[in-house]
């Protein structure tokens, strides 16, 4: 296990930041990670991040502490009975590897979330979601190293507190556990979703005769490559935002005042409006400031097109949520963890 020093976080994140670590070391086993987090918290000489594939973070500085690089590896058939498989994967498998594996398994429920970047224990944190399905449709438990316990302590779905984009994890237990496992009850007779955005046109057009798993995961890969930007060639985190969710009556008197707002009635009579409609019609689409900016095809994608610093990102991103406020009274959270 080495420790590394002063190393640059630019390969770590899909911002692309610059951002240097005091120290960095990576951990692929269980009692690796326990000597890493007793080092880090003896006598509290540093804190310490645990990092997935760094595609939700924005580094607005340098980290004073230990970034801990996850690399648990493992998929593994659990269990089995008439109508579910219980597949547990490690932590640090990848995550659209991961649903592949699935897929060429035909192990259904995940194929909605293709393509989505990052690691499986990060899945949980924000509940991933994507093209009408989350994690916890098909999140069965979880198993995470309670740092200050030095014990391993097993979630069920009801103790996640799963909600849009939210957990335990980034709320009451932040920074207190270190997830290790996941495990997935994915189904043997496949309830396909494909009402959600243009899935249904894709897999017309891409002239799919008989309806898959596959092909709907083909299908979400390439309306994702048509939306989001790679962050192989651009910085970016996916959306920097979460969809704000308002009361029915504001709405209503929103969409009277601006009768293009884009919003989708939730169960419950709330209404979760399409941020990136928000901040289209403040004027930011496409906005560019040296090497930060908005997305130029979807607005709700900050973006480092190649040296911004994490500072610059967040810069634009209070600017968004002052305009959004300003024009339409309505508060933008941001989704991405900024550290
Ligand atoms: P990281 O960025 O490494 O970490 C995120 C947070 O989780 C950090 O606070 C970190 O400390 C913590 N963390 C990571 N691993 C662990 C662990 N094992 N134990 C405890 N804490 C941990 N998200 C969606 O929900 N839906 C989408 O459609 C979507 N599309 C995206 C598209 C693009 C192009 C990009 C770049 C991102 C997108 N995202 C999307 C966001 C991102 O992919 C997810 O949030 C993903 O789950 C982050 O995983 P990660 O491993 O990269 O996490
Ligand atoms: N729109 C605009 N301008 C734009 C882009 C979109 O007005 O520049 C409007 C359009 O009317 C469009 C609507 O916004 O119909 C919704 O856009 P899109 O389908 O692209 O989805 P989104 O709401 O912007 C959410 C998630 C994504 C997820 C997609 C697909 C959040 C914060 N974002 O985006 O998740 O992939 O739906 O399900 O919920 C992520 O979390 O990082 C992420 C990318």
Known sequence: MKILENISLKPYNTFGIDAKAKRFASFSNIDELAELLADTQAGKKSDHF??????????????????LKNELKGIELVHEDEHYLFVKAAAGETWHQFVLHCIEHNYAGLENLSLIPGNVGA?????????????????????AYH?????????????????????????????????????????????????????????????????????ISDAVIRIRQSKLPDPAEIGNAGSFF?????????????????????GFELPGGDVKLAAAWLIEQCGWKGFRDGDAGVHTKQALVLVNYKNASGNE?????????????E????????????I
């Open 147 to 215: 740092i200050k316990d030095k014990k391993i302590i097993q979630f069920t779905h009801n103790d996640c507190e799963f909600g849009y984009r939210e957990s335990v994890f980034k709320r009451k237990y932040k920074n207190q556990f270190v997830i290790l496992d996941v495990t997935f009850r994915l189904s043997k007779h496949p309830v396909f979703h494909t009402s959600y955005g243009a899935i249904q046109q894709e897999i017309d057009a891409m002239g799919v005769k008989e309806l898959s798993i596959k092909a």
């Open 50 to 67: 645990v990092l997935g594939g760094g595609s939700n973070i924005l580094f607005t500085k340098d980290f004073d502490g230990t970034v």
């Open 123 to 143: 899945s949980p944190m924000q509940n991933i979601g994507a093209y009408g399905v989350e994690i916890k449709d098909v999140f069965h438990s979880l198993e």
């Open 327 to 338: 024009k339409f009274d309505i508060d933008l959270e941001r989704e991405v963890n900024i």
């Open 242 to 262: 979460k969809n704000p969710q308002i009361s029915k009556s504001k709405f209503n008197s929103l969409k009277e005042k601006f009768p293009g707002i884009v």
């Open 313 to 325: 990102i967040f810069h634009i991103s209070e600017k968004v949520i002052a305009s959004v406020k």
